[in-house]
């Protein structure tokens, strides 16, 4: 039996120490936006957030993840949308829309690391792959997630 806190909720999991997180979440907690796409943490659609870091789930063991805070896309923006999910809304950032979760996940946690990023943080945070080649769009839709957090300045002191 495993503990997993996930998306602010403790589970206790009968699952072996060594399965990949991504079942754990996908099989037995029924989250289900969290996708298989290569199982050699290649692809990035299986992206979640572990303690606050982008991790690939289908390479990381349950054991690995217990004790840790997990985010998957179902918890990212509770409540209501992240504004990641809304800029990705709003720029039509989805095609086929197989690898955005991932790719969302890994937005927002670049997001939370560097409020402003350039066009090179993105490059190398966004490492996930898409078959569909929307990076221009998605580059775009973090760019502006990130325009509403530059645009508050501090108060200034008389």
Same mark, same amino acid.
């Given at each position: 039996? +495993?503990? +997993?806190? !996930?998306? $602010?909720?403790?589970?206790?999991?009968?699952?072996?120490?060594?399965? =990949? +997180?991504?079942?754990? +979440?996908?099989?037995?907690?029924?989250?289900? $936006?969290? %996708?298989? /796409?290569?199982? #050699?943490?290649?692809?990035?659609?299986?992206? !979640?957030?572990?303690? $606050?870091?982008? !991790?690939? *789930?289908?390479?990381?063991?349950?054991? &690995?993840?217990? /004790? %840790?805070? #997990?985010?998957?896309?179902? $918890?990212?923006?509770?409540?209501?949308?992240?504004?990641?999910?809304?800029?990705? #809304?709003?720029?039509? !950032? =989805?095609?086929? /829309?197989?690898? &955005?979760?991932?790719?969302?996940? *890994? @937005? @927002?946690?670049?997001? @939370? %690391?560097? =409020?402003?990023?350039?066009?090179?943080?993105?490059?190398? @945070?966004?490492?996930?792959?898409?078959?569909?080649?929307?990076?221009?769009?998605?580059? %775009?839709? #973090?760019?502006?997630?990130?325009? =509403?957090?530059?645009?508050?300045?501090?108060?200034?002191?008389?």
């Amino acid at each position: 039996m +495993l503990k +997993l806190t !996930v998306n $602010g909720r403790t589970h206790t999991v009968d699952v072996e120490p060594e399965m =990949p +997180l991504l079942w754990v +979440l996908r099989d037995h907690l029924n989250l289900p $936006g969290t %996708k298989y /796409g290569c199982g #050699i943490s290649q692809c990035g659609a299986c992206t !979640v957030h572990v303690d $606050g870091e982008p !991790v690939r *789930s289908c390479v990381m063991t349950a054991a &690995q993840a217990a /004790g %840790k805070k #997990i985010v998957t896309i179902e $918890g990212l923006g509770k409540p209501g949308l992240h504004r990641i999910q809304k800029a990705w #809304i709003e720029h039509e !950032v =989805p095609q086929c /829309g197989y690898c &955005q979760t991932g790719m969302i996940m *890994s @937005a @927002a946690a670049l997001l @939370a %690391k560097t =409020p402003r990023p350039t066009d090179a943080d993105i490059d190398d @945070a966004m490492t996930n792959l898409c078959r569909c080649g929307t990076y221009a769009r998605v580059r %775009k839709a #973090i760019h502006a997630a990130a325009a =509403p957090v530059a645009s508050v300045a501090p108060a200034k002191k008389a």
